[in-house]
């Protein structure tokens, strides 16, 4: 992709240009870079005009191997990627998953509604058995003391599970009720051992958001800054109603 167009590719230095890429995407081309485990992608970027479908259908082309496997398109907010206050179950961000060039410019259409210039990421679809977020131990802010961890079946996205871990991934606590069951033992410490690896990469704790594919691997989603979280009495965190203040900045 010629990275002076309005179409940049994760694996060019244009992409960690927040301005125009959006910084979800600039985190996961730096992550990538690092050598993370992050799919490959390509950004309409906010230079990009709608009406320039043929663009749109040439990425779709190539990204997608002439349909041959699914993409997902995402927004990637310009400037700082803060999340929204919310409930539990908007931890874990919807995907769109399109399967031919129509359904991609239809998602496009409603991700750019109300922001003509909205970077657009699309990335192949890693089709998983758990989605989730992980909300790194910030301690040394004054807040977390050890990891969240929220997770979904992709089928079932609004049961989320909630717990808390330690470093290595073991489950220390579970914060939701009923017959909720999340991922195996083997499978959160391999999101752990990522979140090691990203705080190494961007030289502080950062959230993560994952999927783990239907191979156990472990996939990057979105690089962010740690957001903060009410802490409840007792010490426990009120979980998660993030307040949409940073406590480090994205590399």
Known sequence: MNTTAPVIALDTPAALDAAR????????????????????GVVLTADWSSD????????????SHDGARSLVVRPSAAGTD??????????????TVVHDA???????????AHNATTPVLMQPHVSG???GVLFADDAGGGWRARPLVVAAEPTAIDSQ?????????????????GDLVG???????RVARIADKVARAFNSPHDIEWVIADDGRV???RVRPVVRLHTAPGGRNDVPAPRPELVSSAA
């Open 21 to 40: 890429v959006g910084r979800k995407a600039a985190n996961l081309a730096a992550a990538r870079a690092a050598g993370l485990p992050v799919a490959p």
């Open 183 to 189: 991922p195996a033992t083997h499978l959160l410490a």
């Open 129 to 131: 058995m758990w989605r």
């Open 82 to 95: 803060r999340r929204r206050s919310g409930a539990a179950t908007g931890a874990v961000e919807a995907a």
């Open 219 to 221: 996939q990057l989603m």
């Open 161 to 177: 599970w909630i717990a808390e871990l330690d470093h290595t991934g073991r489950v220390r606590d579970i914060l939701t009720g």
């Open 52 to 63: 320039d479908t043929a663009t749109a259908v040439q990425v779709w082309r190539i990204l």
């Open 102 to 112: 129509e359904a991609m410019l239809s998602a496009i259409a409603t991700l750019r």
